[in-house]
């Protein structure tokens, strides 16, 4: 029996109250079309059988589930397992989302794809799957994401993609996503934009959602074939919500597994210091559909702060904003410090660098793990490599590299 | 006092000509700059004035727009002085205002309180509201406190929205149809597209409100083109792009808004070709 909490959305896009499309009417043919085309292509068995041969033979997948044992010990609490995205190809969870929506890009016979990036793991991810489809692809990115992350700009234009700058705002995620929505305005007749996240309008949260929860899926199945049952508790880092919707939707339904989610707790709590959209946001609109949002008492979407360019984000994906109102799951928030050092930890105790968005779920399964029982299991989405964080960690840190 | 705009596309109609509208964004670069320009514009005899909410993520606007609601936010742009600012001016029975109608996204409107909105907005003159990111599936609970409000609800169609979408969004829209003359954001276009006439005749067959034509559109050649085939036009950017000058210290205020005058009074007149 299917509950109600993983029943959603309904055909209009609602996760209970939220989601729904709140776009220009210029974008809504498309929306339907894209909803259509996404019906047909999961009833068609040659579809996932495309999707499942490029994720084991081009992506990597599955990848492991890891134990981690000197990280275990040093907390002296329950055992922490890693769900390796970090090991697929490009290193994140994103190219599970960009390998599918490139496939649905050949379907639609659409020739041109744009997608918005922060820490830019999105746009490798959108750049490698169009290289690996001969699709044109635009990626937007705002200027301080730019400087941020220079690896992955240059990994973008080795694989054909083209960087545009977003200089508007605050020159990053959202500015991004904003720019990305208006090339779509004038050019949705032949392209298809691959939105990173849970976010957008509606099929964008379900879809992207389908194509991250094969790293629940495999998680759930590992955890059960190396421990002889479920996790007592799953943790995943939240900017948009990409990798934890993906790693806790096929954990909805267990209602033994708490799952909780970990937002940038920033500098702190004032507003314009973090990103903890779900802990201090309220309820409203953004990017075309209805979530918490961190804005003022005008509905202006407020300046966010994170360290990690991929969590610095005013909104979240609008299942998320279901299950923390339904209480099905926990948010919290760890600040630029601790998530630095558990970027630390890591990678002395197990010979990991994680990424810095990863590091928040770390740091925050550190503190649980030291406040569970040995005969905890805790499962931890790992979900990208930290290649691309070094030079800003040495910064902060006060080293040269 | 303000007429309404049905009235107003009425009269417009009975003249046989166009209903001009010219778009400003409120708060621009401040709430007395905006009052100075409606009294300017209404002295110019344009039909109808659109007033843009600033927004901090306009995703249907192109760069001059968005320049613009970010220069009336840097400024410290609240909801509530607008309409303390519009109360006081339509106070002033010296000043005759045609009808207002607040462009201004659902993100506002849902966190400042929908009722509450929709009854201050009511109170401070304006006729109507447009809603770019409320298309017309998302808006039937919306449209009706709209209309217990007593304002229109004008509802977009885009030249991408295939007919059977139009025919359910002109069930709820009220007041006019904004037609959107091409697939894109807000901005300043050399030439209206050909299809447009098209999209227009075949509007036509769907509704019996007024047609407004806005998106790209800046002198009076564009005007020419829409004669017989549109009510009215809306020009946005064309305009906006000139408060750009209010910040620029070598310039007077009273010059600028002079010019504004000017352009509007030229594409007033055009609706008379």
Redesign the interface.
Known sequence: MTSSLSNVPDASGRFGEFGRRFVPETLMHALEELTREYEKAKQDPSFQAELDDLLKNYVGRPNPLYFAERLTQHCGGGKIFFKREDLNHTGAHKINNTIGQALLTMRMGKKRVIAETGAGQHGVASAVACARFGIECIVYMGEEDIRRQKLNVFNMKMMGAEVRGVTSGSRTLRDAVNEAMRDWMSSVETTHYIIGSVIGPHPFPMMVRDFQSVIGKEARAQCLEQTGRLPDHVIACVGGGSNSAGMFYPFIDDASVKLTGVEAGGRGPEPGEHASTLSYGAKGVLHGSFGYVLQDDDGQTMDVHSISAGLDYPGVGPEHSYWKDSGRVNYTAITDDEALEGFQTMAKLEGIIPAIESSHAIAHAIKAARESGPDETIVVCLSGRGDKDVNEVARLLGREI | MTTSISEKFAQVKSENRMAFMPFITAGDPDLETTVAVLKELAAQGVDLIEIGF?????????PVI?ESY?RA?NNK???RELFESLNELSADKSVSLPPLVAMV????????GADRFLQEAAGAGFSGLIV???????ASEFADQVKASELDLV????P???EE?TKR?VQSASGFIYC?S????TGVRDDLPPELTAHLESLRQLTDLPLAVGFGISNPEHVNTLRGKADGFIIGSAIVKQFAAFSDASQKREDIIERIGEYAGKMAAATRG
Do not use: C, K, M, N
């Open positions: 600033p927004y901090s993520d306009p995703i249907a606007d192109g968005q970010t936010l742009f609240h909801v996204s659902y993100a506002i409107i849902f966190r400042y770019p990111d409320l298309p017309g599936d998302e509802q977009l169609v885009s991408l929205t295939p979408r969004i959107i091409v697939a894109g954001t």
